[in-house]
């Protein structure tokens, strides 16, 4: 079954971390653009990070740059997001995608809620 599945969401302080995790499982992520999204409450689903797997070049939205990393281990084929200085507007459901042509991939998403 080909599948991705995010992990690592919950609860947190402003100024605090999390990562966020995404296990792919079904296919190798080699070879795809691999991205978190996240959606707020009323919102639309914005793309906040991707990472293109043949050269790891990395892009960020400019609501989360500087404080969200992306990265990847090939040999786990798992995606990673590493969250800092959490503000109560990150707030939102974070999906994990890959997409190689016409193959587009999602998983079921993660809360991530930042509350003092």
């Known amino acids: 079954q080909l599948q991705l599945v995010e992990s690592g969401g919950g609860l947190v302080q402003p100024g605090g971390s999390l990562r966020l995790s995404c296990a792919a499982s079904g296919f190798r992520l080699d070879y795809y653009v691999i991205g978190w999204f996240r959606q707020a409450p009323g919102k639309e689903r914005e793309g906040i990070s991707c990472?293109?797997?043949?050269?790891?070049?990395?892009y960020y939205a400019d609501s989360v740059k500087g404080r969200f990393t992306i990265s990847r281990d090939g040999g786990t084929n798992m995606v990673y997001l590493q969250m800092n200085s959490l503000k109560p507007d990150d707030t939102a459901v974070y999906y994990c995608?890959?997409?190689?042509?016409?193959?587009?991939?999602w998983g079921q998403g993660t809360q991530v809620t930042v509350s003092s």
């Open positions: 995608n890959a997409r190689l042509l016409s193959r587009d991939y």
């Open positions: 990472m293109t797997t043949s050269d790891d070049s990395t």
